[in-house]
């Protein structure tokens, strides 16, 4: 298991903040004061969550939370892939102490690669922090270990802030991944599209294909793939990793691309043909609610156009707008089975082959 406390926190940052001078070491009671993005300072109070995202086939949360000089770190595992129900919580409990301010060098994304910094954060400063652990329920963080870390609080919202993981503090490299927040999330209106059966269904979850192989890194030996589209309201996530010569899908993903774009919806449309994932002419499908049913030879669907909004966590230099439509079975009593159209690049076309579901 990875050590989750070590989550965007760098080890040999010991040697160059633990030799700076401490401007506070604690003191229970008192409030610790960060540096924002506009050069403010800020109280480090309160509790931040991450947005729910995927983790070995679970659904995946954080939080941290200031209180004086505490403070406390948890990850909470769904079974599910939306972060609802019930969930199982590791909580980690840290003294911390503030040293001084460092000037933002560069930003990663998840995947170590270098992209550009979010709004308002080009040549930020963060407040580099040193945490001393007093509790742990993870094995692999003891008691007593100190480490240093920091965050880049973006302040240009009214509602709330923004905290962004240091990934790299020895050298002052920030990471857009998964960032912690306490901005109100406004409920979201979902993407309704007519189903193949020609009702109305709304457009929303996490859709997932099941792993399937092939040598992406061109070693001859076949790795596991998976697709991931989380798509809530009208914006979607899209991310495409891969397992290094694991088949099973089971070892630890490396991400191929990560994609967010927003999504908008058109006049509906029937599908010209169904085909294999050779592009042959092929039979519709099986009904997910009913297998000794197929769908519809020429199902209805809704045209809908994704327009992508950032690439591997940079902006596209230029507009891309894409078609992005699906026939949606929703005859399953557990959720929904969608077929991407234009299969090949042919409009109205769709591949009994590839196919996602959100159940």
């Given at each position: 298991m990875i050590n989750i406390f070590l989550r965007g926190l760098v080890m040999a940052a010991l040697g160059v903040v633990m030799g700076c001078a401490s401007e506070s070491t604690g003191g229970g009671s008192v409030?610790?004061?960060?540096?924002t993005t506009s050069s403010s300072s800020v109280a480090l109070t309160g509790s931040?969550?991450?947005?729910?995202?995927?983790q070995n086939g679970s659904g995946f949360k954080e939080n941290v939370a200031f209180s004086g000089d505490s403070w406390t770190y948890t990850t909470s595992t769904y079974s599910g892939t939306t972060c609802s129900g019930t969930s199982t919580d590791v909580e980690i409990i840290a003294t911390m102490s503030?040293?001084?301010?460092?000037?933002?060098?560069g930003w990663v994304n998840g995947n170590g690669d270098t992209v550009t910094a979010p709004a308002g954060t080009q040549g930020a400063s963060f407040t580099a922090?040193?945490?001393t652990v007093s509790s742990s329920e993870d094995a692999a963080t003891p008691v007593g270990l100190t480490v240093g870390m920091g965050y880049v609080i973006d302040d240009s919202n009214a509602t709330g802030l923004t905290f962004y993981?240091?990934?790299d503090v020895v050298n002052s490299i920030a990471t857009i991944a998964?960032?912690?927040?306490?901005i109100p999330v406004a409920a979201v209106q979902p993407l309704m599209v007519t189903t193949a059966s020609g009702g109305t269904v709304a457009l929303e979850g996490t859709f997932i294909n099941a792993c399937y192989g092939s040598d992406y890194d061109n070693d001859t030996i076949v790795d596991g793939n998976i697709d991931t589209?989380?798509?809530?309201?009208?914006?979607?996530?899209?991310?495409?990793?891969?397992?290094p010569s694991d088949t099973t899908c089971s070892g630890n993903p490396v991400i191929i691309e990560n994609i967010i774009g927003d999504l908008s919806s058109g006049s509906d449309a029937n599908l010209t043909a169904w085909v294999d994932g050779f592009a042959n002419p092929a039979s519709a499908p099986a009904s997910a609610g009913n297998l000794s049913l197929s769908l519809p030879a020429n199902p209805p669907y809704t045209t809908v156009t994704i327009e992508i909004t950032s690439i591997n966590g940079a902006v596209p230099s230029s507009p891309v707008s894409i078609p992005f439509s699906f026939v949606v079975d929703d005859s399953h009593t557990n959720g929904l089975t969608i077929y991407q159209?234009?299969?090949d690049s042919v409009a109205g076309q769709a591949s009994v082959d590839d196919f996602r579901k959100n159940y």
């Open positions: 409030t610790l004061n960060a540096t931040y969550d991450t947005a729910c995202y995927i503030v040293v001084a301010d460092q000037q933002i060098a922090l040193n945490l993981r240091m990934d998964d960032p912690f927040t306490d589209w989380v798509i809530s309201g009208n914006t979607i996530t899209a991310e495409s990793v891969y397992y159209t234009n299969f």
